[in-house]
């Protein structure tokens, strides 16, 4: 089932023009909406289902500049800045806290990597600091695992799922944006290789630029016009459980990874537990992919289920140009891996004795849209000018989506860019360019 969101009431009238039209209602896309109509510019954001009803929903909530890949640091610390700031913006709580990360393990590999990541926070001004193995067992009980050491980032954080993308949306409306839910984009208007406007279900609307902040569905929403972008999802598990005794705000270890809600409920979920379906848009970027799937082969369990058939990277959306696909497929709402949901609840009952009786109150699937190199795309499309993306987050748009729509924003504007867009770029991905896989 879809988690618990809030919802918020759509624009009735479809506008006839505007500055900016943003397909895809989620962190990445409410944020850009956000800036730019603080910019002072019109803008016009749609979405297929309703805002924040995929992936910005079924996060597990984390906001962190620790382990992140060093191309994407400076766009973490600018998200981390932002998230400081929306709530007095806007006037409404969007559940950022910066509660600290705790992370402990019995994996000497994995605290090898942390350890190694130290120069980068310092490089940034990162608050961490490693665990021993005491320190790790006074936070984390050593019912299930003996642990060696781990990791306090002590300024990183959480918000929440269920108000971060509707809040965005709400302050987008009121600097004068509108909301347009259960309106699909269908296509592109493209004259002389410029933006003119586009096709919705409602309607059409006349513009010189359009965002695609699409999720999961950008590739297959591009493809028609000729647009590469490789991008593969993969199937990920979480649950909430019903409110509970407070053991820690952000917790990971191995075998599972703990965010505590506002309503004292916890998002949990375990890391590097994810499924590849096997689908014929993956196979059609085998090449592009295979350097990650290699080096993550034990994380991602190769499968084949309904993705083939139905969804952004089906047969019938990589053989059919149908611009009704869309609204065909209002929210990609996958089933939880019952498999994974008892494995998860089991290990924070075994973990923390106040927890021995917590009860599960719903499970969700989702589907993470991830790049060649696991690092998004936040890019201008050179063939199409007044064209831009901003997509493939790879399991990290949510903590950095005030930063993903903030530099886009500006990109679109052609302002100064806050920090360099250059290891963002689309072209990086489909011009042969040596790619560095990134971490997750």
């Not at 848009?281 to 080096?295: A, N, V």
């Not at 034990?298 to 952004?312: H, R, W, Y």
């Not at 611009?323 to 709402?333: G, I, Q």
Request: charged share 20%.
């Amino acid at each position: 089932m879809s988690p618990a969101i809030e919802r918020i009431v759509s624009d009735e009238t479809l506008p006839e023009a505007v500055d900016v039209v943003i397909v895809g209602g989620g962190i990445v896309g409410t944020a850009a909406a956000y800036f730019l109509s603080k910019q002072g510019h019109s803008v016009a954001l749609i979405e297929k289902g309703y805002v924040g009803c995929e992936q910005s929903s079924r996060t597990w909530g984390w906001c962190r500049q620790q382990n992140r890949d060093p191309r994407e640091m400076p766009l973490s610390v600018l998200s981390m800045n932002l998230w400081d700031q929306l709530a007095n913006e806007i006037g409404r709580d969007l559940g950022f806290r910066r509660t600290g990360l705790v992370y402990a393990t019995f994996d000497e590999q994995a605290l090898a990597q942390w350890e190694s990541w130290l120069p980068v926070a310092r490089e940034f001004g990162v608050n961490t600091r490693m665990l021993s193995a005491a320190e790790a067992a006074e936070r984390v009980p050593e019912t299930r695992h003996k642990w060696r050491g781990g990791l306090h980032s002590v300024d990183d954080g959480k918000a929440e799922p269920s108000l971060a993308a509707p809040v965005l949306a709400l302050g987008a409306r009121a600097n004068g944006a509108t909301i347009h839910q259960a309106c699909a984009a269908r296509t592109l208007d493209i004259t002389n290789g410029r933006i003119a406007g586009i096709h919705t279900e409602a309607g059409y609307i006349r513009t010189s630029a359009v965002l695609c902040a699409a999720g999961a569905w950008a590739s297959r929403f591009l493809r028609p016009h000729g647009i590469s972008f490789p991008q593969a999802a993969v199937r990920q598990t979480a649950l909430r459980t019903k409110p509970t005794a407070n053991v820690g705000e952000v917790i990971y270890c191995p075998d599972f990874a703990m965010t505590r809600r506002l309503d004292g409920s916890y998002t949990a979920a375990i890391s590097g537990r994810a499924t590849l379906e096997l689908t014929a848009q993956g196979m059609r970027y085998t090449r592009e992919f295979l350097p990650q799937f290699i080096q993550r082969i034990k994380a991602v369990q190769p499968s084949i289920g309904k993705s083939m058939f139905s969804g952004p990277e089906s047969i019938g959306a990589l053989l059919t140009n149908d611009d009704r696909l869309f609204e065909k497929n209002r929210v990609l709402d996958p089933a939880p891996m019952r498999r994974l949901v008892d494995s998860i609840i089991e290990n924070v009952r075994g973990t923390f004795p106040e927890l021995a009786g917590v009860e599960i109150d719903h499970a969700w699937g989702a589907f993470v849209d991830c790049t060649p190199d696991a690092v998004p795309v936040i890019s201008g499309v050179d063939a199409v000018s007044g064209l831009f993306l901003a997509a493939g987050c790879s399991g990290h748009g949510f903590g950095t989506g005030p930063g993903i729509g903030y530099l886009v924003s500006q990109l679109i504007r052609n302002d100064t860019p806050a920090v360099d867009p250059s290891h963002f770029r689309l072209s990086r991905l489909v011009d042969r360019s040596k790619l560095k896989v990134g971490s997750l």
